[in-house]
């Protein structure tokens, strides 16, 4: 009989062994009378392999299957009673089988051969072919965006986004296009496009930046190496730049990075010149400040070093106390600690010989344990080392805060501002909240709001523009969100991402550490923060992305919520940040773990946000050109990186508040070298200016976009498109003139805001298709952002003004 694949797995194993097996000590053993109605008749073996099979013996009783196991037969795990004996399976040689023949053993036929083999491994081969056939059947591509632009020097690039349905590795897409209308399909290059994975999860197909063309191209087409093949036309990226404003609008305020005292000076300067239509709101909760503890540290191997820190923040009387290591003239002396106002001297102990003997933990605990020298500093061993080492003695060393802004930075804990700009500043009209400067390095961002700041007030008696956004919209700014931290990254250390206050305990504390400590503000928020296990923060106090000790545990994060909470009229807000032009929006968050993302917006909140981006960047780009590029703009999880606890999260998800980020500083291209350029974080000043003017256009159309939302009392007008229909099923859409959602029912039952609303295909795609199976009324309507609803339909009526058609299964006529 045939063997199974398992017994074929098993000879295919023994095939590698050695063939030999010493059979000339076996005993002659009886042969049983063969039983043909229990053992299958012979079946001689093949010669392939050296005629090496799977063979039957028949052998009396269980003391015969010992002997043959003790003489080294390879038998299988296999044993089954029959008339006269039992029959056990052996991996023989046709040398073996004749040998245990001549001894007497009863060796039937073979059960299965190398022939069992080869045709075993030919259907698996012929199994895994097929299955790759399966596999290289031809994929389809989705076209995501696939768009040309121009950016500074006028130059052309060409941006495609295209998902696969094969989402191996091992698939390539390539793309090709014209040079324009009516041109050779390929004519315009090629080239491969990039797999981009985020969380270990296929996401979609792009260039890693978007390529230069020499002409505008019509269409593209890509093509995978699965088969699948997609054309769709290029389309303009971002509208025509607006036109500058006439000369009577001014502009072009700032001429040098700020500091956050002087930011917060500017613009309570501002208030105080134009009271009429704007006033500062000072925020509740005040900084830790730009203080730190003073200290000093002893020693030079780590289990010998030590080091204190003062309880007094530094310009406090911390800077004033002094410690002295003193080694005393006597031997034998004990460890002794004296205190004389603020200057703390160690009387190292010494031994028979007059040796210093006091070691580093001694030392520590000798400090921390005197009342006076406790009330005046803490003692700690290097980064938790046991201080078993002999400490040295040392002059008296004053301890320092080694802070080195001017004295026109205060040390004490800073009251943030917020300039409130309006006519109407009495919650009667739509608020924006503009913040910039939640991560201490980004030196741009301050500027640009400020520069937004002055553009508003400057320009309200010439500019009728700018005039009608005074008038209809209460506008918040907050230039710095980060001041302790901004003060830092300006005098001490420049790449200071996080604010100053530090929760680290000792072992990470010595004066060294002192740029790793602070909370990145923008992991400190509610949201999907890092204590609800999202990606992006970390729970580290040394960490850039440290989230802090727990949600909101920091003064300056409580101001945002404070604000948001107390003037519930603000519906839009614009989170700066550099670099890298970006234009982004929530969700900002997932968990790693099968990239569980925060609650997408909606389908008709997601186009309202891709609609608002083309006019908010349209603005950027009348500046100076700079083209924000389509691969950044996009929900933070689908174009950056998982960001737990970020603000834009925490005010949407919370108070339903429109908000975006801003990452300033676009790549510059350079023609010469073909190559983008980033611009860091604090760019020579002539750059950064350049991206305060930009942005600071950003900025107003965002406030643009706000007053738009605030006038809005059309009505969306929607319509139902059937897609594909066969026998036995039909499938459709909805389309909306504006951005909007759609409700519908399927059942014939009046649609309410409760029922279905159409959503995305996917990340990054169109409309999904709904399919129904038989002739099918579909009732909906649609409401946009503003909340007009379509036709004036009341959800929670009673009437029947919605949207109804009949989609046809079948024959349509």
């Known amino acids: 009989m045939r063997s199974s694949p398992r017994r074929a797995r098993r000879l295919a194993a023994v095939l590698a062994l050695p063939l030999a097996i010493t059979l000339n000590a076996l005993p002659v053993l009886a042969a049983p009378s063969p039983q043909p109605s229990e053992i299958a008749p012979d079946r001689p073996s093949s010669t392939a392999q050296n005629g090496v099979a799977l063979m039957r013996v028949v052998v009396p009783d ?8 003790a003489l080294g037969v390879d038998l299988a795990e296999y044993t089954k009673p029959v008339d006269g004996g039992i029959e056990v399976h052996a991996v023989l040689s046709p040398e073996e089988t004749r040998d245990l023949r001549d001894k007497g053993f009863d060796v039937r036929d073979a059960i299965s051969d190398q022939s069992d083999y080869a045709a075993n491994t030919a259907e698996r081969r012929q199994a895994l072919a097929s299955a790759s056939a399966d596999a290289a059947e031809t994929d389809t591509l989705t076209p995501l965006r696939a768009e040309w632009f121009t950016s500074l020097d006028g130059g052309r690039f060409l941006s495609v986004e295209v998902k696969t349905s094969a989402t191996d590795a091992e698939t390539v897409l390539t793309a090709t296009w014209d040079s324009g209308p009516g041109t050779a399909p390929g004519s315009g290059g090629s080239a491969t496009m990039s797999r981009f994975t985020d969380a270990g999860q296929y996401m979609y197909h792009r260039f890693n930046t978007p390529l230069p063309v020499d002409q505008t191209p019509a269409k593209v087409t890509v093509t995978s190496s699965r088969g699948g093949s997609v054309t769709v036309p290029v389309t303009k990226w971002l ?3 607006r036109k500058a404003p006439g000369a009577h609008y001014v ?4 001429d040098h990075y700020m500091d ?4 917060t000076g500017r613009i309570t300067a501002l208030a105080k010149e134009f009271p009429a239509i704007s006033q500062i709101v000072d925020l509740p909760y005040k900084t830790n400040g730009y203080r730190r503890a003073a200290q000093a540290q002893f020693g030079t191997a780590a289990a010998s070093t030590f080091y204190v820190t003062s309880k007094a923040y530094g310009a406090e009387g911390g800077n004033e106390v002094s410690v002295a290591l003193a080694r005393p003239s006597t031997a034998s002396a004990p460890l002794s600690v004296a205190v004389n106002g603020k200057a703390v001297t160690v009387g190292l102990a010494t031994d028979a010989s007059g040796a210093v003997a006091s070691t580093a933990a001694q030392v520590v605990a000798a400090l921390n344990g005197d009342s006076a020298a406790s009330a005046l500093l ?3 061993t290097y980064r938790g080392n046991a201080g078993a080492g002999v400490v040295a003695e040392a002059p008296a060393t004053s301890l320092t805060d080694n802070l080195k802004a001017p004295a026109t930075v205060s040390r004490q804990p800073f009251q943030m501002k917020v300039l409130r700009i309006g006519k109407h500043r009495d919650g009667s009209r739509t608020g924006v909240f503009l913040y910039c400067q939640e991560h201490a390095r980004e030196w741009v961002t301050p500027i640009t709001c400020v520069e937004t700041a002055e553009r508003l007030l400057r320009n309200y008696d010439k500019d009728a523009a700018t005039r009608k956004l005074v008038d209809n919209l209460d506008i918040f700014i907050l230039p710095t969100v980060n001041p302790d931290g901004g003060h830092y990254s300006m005098y001490d250390y420049n790449m200071q991402r996080r604010n100053m206050t530090n929760y680290c305990p000792a072992a990470n504390g010595d004066p060294a550490r002192r740029n790793s400590w602070g909370v990145d503000l923008n992991r400190n928020f509610t949201v999907g923060s890092v204590f609800d296990g999202y990606t992006g923060a970390s729970t580290s106090c040394t960490s850039d992305t440290f989230g802090g000790p727990a949600e909101l545990s920091e003064p300056e994060t409580r101001n945002e919520v404070w604000l948001t909470d107390t003037f519930r009229n603000i519906k839009f807000a614009m989170n700066t940040h550099s670099y890298g032009g970006y234009f982004m929006w929530p969700p900002g968050a997932y968990k790693t773990a099968g990239r569980e993302v925060l609650p997408r917006a909606d389908f008709g909140t997601e186009n309202y946000f891709w609609d608002a981006s083309g006019h908010i960047l349209s603005a950027v780009q009348a500046w100076r050109g700079t083209a924000i590029w389509p691969g950044r703009t996009g929900p933070v999880t689908d174009v950056l990186y998982s960001a737990a606890g970020n603000s834009a999260d925490e005010h949407w998800y919370n108070r339903g508040i429109i908000g975006w980020d801003f990452e300033v500083g676009a790549d510059v291209y350079d023609p010469a070298t073909k190559q983008y350029q980033a611009v860091g974080f604090q760019p020579p000043f002539s ?13 107003i159309a965002i406030l643009e976009v706000a007053r738009a939302y605030a006038d809005d009392h059309d009505r969306p007008d929607s319509r139902l498109e059937v897609t594909g229909r066969t026998a036995t099923s039909a499938t459709f859409t909805f389309s909306t003139d504006e951005p909007a959602n759609v409700y519908y029912t399927l059942d014939g039952s009046r649609p309410t805001l409760s029922s279905p609303k159409l959503a995305a295909a996917g990340m990054r795609e169109g409309a999904q298709k709904i399919t129904v199976d038989r002739t099918t009324e579909v009732h909906w309507f649609s409401v946009d952002i503003a909340g007009n609803v379509e036709k004036n339909y ?9 949207d109804k058609e009949t989609v046809q299964v079948g024959d349509a006529r």
């Open 62 to 69: 269980q003391a015969a299957v010992d002997r043959l196991a």
């Open 239 to 241: 509208g025509e730049p």
């Open 251 to 254: 502009q072009d305020f700032v």
């Open 260 to 263: 956050p005292t002087e930011v």
């Open 378 to 380: 803490t003692a700690a």
């Open 687 to 699: 750059e950064g200016h350049e991206e305060a003017m930009e942005f600071a256009n950003g900025q």
């Open 794 to 802: 009341k959800p929670d009526g009673n009437g029947k003004n919605y």
